[in-house]
Structures are given as structure tokens and as C-alpha cells.
């Protein structure tokens, strides 16, 4: 079974629109481990405009499944990380001003960067996972770099498929199983939802966790988070 692991900056958005402490971020993923998810994620950038620092570090005595740390690997971030030391770092090329991660990484352009970053992770017994789009060389670089798992950039995918367009999963299909057969672990993330979540699952070969923030958040202020999350587990059996 593919693990789920919520991301829970949409939390920390609501909670800083008003200031004090509700909705409580602790108590929240708290109940999301509760509710049966397998990792909590979080995406801390330097604005902290929604995950705080200081947020990553309260979670750290939280979190007793997977915590996943994502982020662009700039110094603030790679001190933090190795300060928490969570389950996996996820590297992301976000720029400062992104409103969301839009793009993977340029895996043989950046490579050395990387390399030494990821390295550096590994020493401090972090696993590391690299956020790719679904390019067969990004894939191969990531190889390359050393890095443990990749993470499948979703988005073409759910817009394809958001418009009758099934063939938007050819490419995933392929970069998992050139990763599985060059032994990189598969993570995937960004705009699914439970729309496209079994689809995308059901063939994506080895496909060890999902990342979902957005479209789960939204969906449970319909359904209700325990709900939610249950409904996802059930797609990805």
C-alpha cells in the first residue's frame, strides 16, 4: 500500500490569517496520525507565511510516523533539517516568491549542488528525496546525485486528467519504472486529490508515498478530515 503523509501548511495558513493559535497546528496533526495517515509534511519557506521555524521544531516530538521536511536547500533550511533530523528531507527548487513549487529540479545542471547537499543529509541519517518533473534524465541524474527516493512532480498530470486526457500518465508511468529499475524509491506529489489519486496509484509501479496538502484540506471542510484521510487510504489499497 502506497503511504499517505498530509502536508499540513494549509493549516498553518488558516491559523496565521487571524493570529493566535486556532487551528491548533500540534493538535492537528496529532489527529491526522490518529485518523490512520502515515507521515506528516511540511513546507517551511523564508517568509514563513505559513509553516513557522519554529513550527517544524514543535512537530518534531509530535510526529511518531514519517515526518517529511520539504524546502529549497538554502541555509536556513539545511540547518534547520539537520537540527530536527526528520525521517526525509524533500529538496525542492522553490524561489523565494513562489506561491507554490512549481517546477523540479534540473537534476544534471545542479548536480554537484546537490550531490553535497544530499550527502551531508545522509551523514546525519536523513533520507533525502529530490523533487523531479517526469523526464527521463532528471530521473537518471537524480541516480546519479545519490539521492534515495525522487518525487514525481504532479501537476501536468491532474490538469491532463482534469480534462478527459488519460494519457497524462504516460510519463509518470515510464519515470517509475526507469526509477524502479535503477533502484530510486518513488514519491509523487502536487494537485492530487481524490479525483485522480487511484488513477494515478494504480499505475504508477512502486509508488511508496504520496504528499497531499492542498485538494485534501479543501476536500475535508465538505467531508470532515477523519473522513478524508480514510477515503484516501482506501484508493490507495
Request: glycine share 8%.
Amino acid at each position: 500500500m502506497t503511504k499517505l503523509s498530509v502536508n499540513i501548511n494549509k493549516i498553518a495558513t488558516l491559523r496565521n490569517a487571524r493570529g493566535g493559535n486556532v487551528p491548533d497546528l500540534l493538535k492537528v496533526a496529532t489527529d491526522i496520525q490518529k485518523f490512520g495517515a502515515e507521515g506528516i509534511t511540511i513546507h517551511p519557506r523564508p517568509d514563513e507565511r505559513h509553516i513557522r521555524y519554529q513550527d517544524a521544531r514543535d512537530l518534531k516530538s509530535i510526529v511518531y510516523t514519517e515526518y517529511n521536511i520539504e524546502g529549497n536547500p538554502e541555509k536556513t533550511f539545511i540547518d534547520l533539517v539537520l537540527e530536527i533530523k526528520p525521517t526525509q528531507v524533500t529538496l525542492v527548487p522553490d524561489a523565494v516568491d513562489a506561491i507554490t513549487s512549481n517546477a523540479g529540479w534540473n537534476t544534471i545542471k545542479h548536480a554537484d549542488y546537490l550531490k553535497e547537499i544530499v550527502q551531508e543529509f545522509q551523514s546525519n541519517g536523513i533520507r533525502t528525496s529530490i523533487f523531479v518533473d517526469p523526464v527521463l534524465e532528471m530521473i537518471e541524474g537524480a541516480k546519479k546525485i545519490g539521492t534515495e527516493r525522487i518525487e514525481l512532480y504532479t501537476e501536468a498530470f491532474a490538469h491532463e486528467y482534469s480534462l478527459g486526457n488519460e494519457r497524462g500518465i504516460q510519463p509518470y508511468m515510464e519515470s517509475a519504472i526507469l526509477a524502479n529499475q535503477i533502484g530510486l524509491g518513488i514519491n509523487a506529489g502536487h494537485d492530487l486529490s481524490l479525483d485522480n489519486i487511484k488513477f494515478f496509484k494504480d499505475n504508477i509501479p512502486g509508488l511508496l508515498e504520496v504528499s497531499i496538502g492542498h485538494a485534501l484540506i479543501s476536500e475535508a471542510i465538505y467531508l470532515g478530515l477523519d473522513n478524508v484521510i480514510n477515503m484516501y487510504l482506501q484508493k490507495l489499497k
